[in-house]
């Protein structure tokens, strides 16, 4: 098959997939360029059934630009709590205070515009582009990198400059120019639903007969990636100090993962601790309770885990009583009761914890050191 008719065959058959197997969901066929991009942009790294609910709620409590740039940041970062990638949402409100401020509340209706706002890559343009003001921009994510290299064969790898400009061409020349945004729409849909990563059903796939990953047994080798860099390890080692049902927390403001978040003190390691004894002599203790403090470890958790993009954080949860008489440092601290320690957005990973309360060890410092690792 020539390349002008291969192209013609896979829009054609492509735009006949998606007249069959169209998925409704709120945002499709959204014409609103600010739900357009708050639904891209929950939906960055989260599965379409987890963020729903999300897109759900943050429009009903943010209907525009506008009540988005008001939003409080710690309401807006709790209704966002469970996404991850909290840059995400800073960006957002950041972008929407643009909007307001800076363009008279009037969304950019072009993509050099979109690129314009905080957070808004080629992706996030190309998508509010094409499906609110139906310009010719090709979105490119994962989903259209793996349709394309296998229906085309193409061996650069996903994650070189070279290859991401050879897909985003290619993308770019396939583009319906009658119907931008549901050609990019039923491209992603192909991908996310047909042409899965692993095990895509080939044989009842209306591309199969020109595809030449499929044609040539090459489906699983496609598309190429380069090699990950290793995730880089952290121990964390939360300290809750707790008196009279009050515990405190501190809110994240260093440049580092879950900036305007809450959690507990924190003590950093570079590994994993071995005894209470590592806790007791840090300067984490020593900073809250003096040199020589006797409070009580009443209970330390399990490892807890979260793999981020680039890091692997490990954290245990220490609980320290503290006497009516002890002393204790609170600076830079907010004391919080227990019960309502709910209402901040916590890291999912203290989340956990909270809410895994049947999985502490018990009362015994004898009992830490065979669960840690
Ligand atoms: S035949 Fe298989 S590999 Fe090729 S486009 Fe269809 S699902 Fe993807």
């Known amino acids: 098959m020539k390349e002008e008719a291969r192209y013609d065959f896979f829009r054609r058959e492509l735009m006949a997939w998606f007249a069959r197997s169209h998925r409704p969901m709120p945002w499709k066929g959204e014409k609103d ?50 996404l991850g990638y909290y840059s995400r949402a800073r960006n957002l409100q950041q972008a929407a205070r643009f909007i307001v401020q800076e363009l008279g509340g009037q969304f950019p209706a072009t993509y050099d515009g979109l690129l314009r ?70 491209l992603m849909d192909f991908g996310a639903t047909q042409c899965t990563p692993r095990s895509p059903n080939c044989t009842a796939c209306p591309l199969h007969t020109a595809c030449r990953a499929f044609q040539q047994g090459r489906v699983e080798e496609l598309p190429r990636k380069g090699k990950k860099p290793a995730k880089k390890e952290r121990f964390f080692h939360y300290l809750i100090f707790n008196r009279n049902g009050m515990a405190w927390i501190r809110k994240r403001t260093e440049k580092d993962i879950w900036r305007n978040l809450y959690e507990f003190p924190l003590l950093e390691l570079a590994r994993p601790a071995q005894a209470e004894a590592d806790i007791r ?93």
Not at 36 to 54: A, C, D, K
Not at 59 to 81: C, F, T
Not at 129 to 150: E, Q, T
Request: proline share 6%.
């Open 33 to 82: 360029p600010y739900l357009v991009w708050l639904s891209e942009v929950i939906l960055q790294q989260t599965r379409v059934e987890q963020g729903l609910p999300y897109f759900e709620r943050f429009r009903a409590a943010y209907p525009d630009v506008g009540s988005l740039a008001e939003a409080p940041e710690d309401e807006l970062m709790k209704m966002w709590e469970g």
């Open 281 to 373: 002599n840090s300067t984490c203790w020593e900073q809250r309770l003096g040199a020589g403090a006797t409070a009580r470890v009443s209970q330390a958790s399990r490892p807890f885990s979260q793999v981020l993009t680039h890091q692997k954080i490990q954290a245990t949860f220490w609980e320290i009583g503290l006497a009516d008489e002890a002393p204790f440092n609170s600076e830079g601290l907010i004391a919080v009761k227990r019960e309502n320690l709910s209402k901040f957005a916590f890291p999912r990973i203290i989340d956990w914890y909270l809410n895994d309360n049947s999985l502490y060890l018990e009362d015994s410092l004898t009992n830490i050191k065979p669960h840690l690792p």
């Open 117 to 186: 706002l905080k957070g808004v890559g080629p992706y996030t343009a190309a998508a509010i582009a094409s499906f609110a003001f139906g310009l010719p921009h090709a979105v490119v994510d994962g989903n259209v990198f793996r349709v394309l290299a296998r229906f085309f064969g193409i061996e650069a790898s996903v994650d070189s400059s070279a290859g991401k400009k050879q897909f985003a061409g290619l993308a770019q020349a396939l583009l319906s120019r009658e119907q931008p945004g549901s050609h990019n729409q039923a």
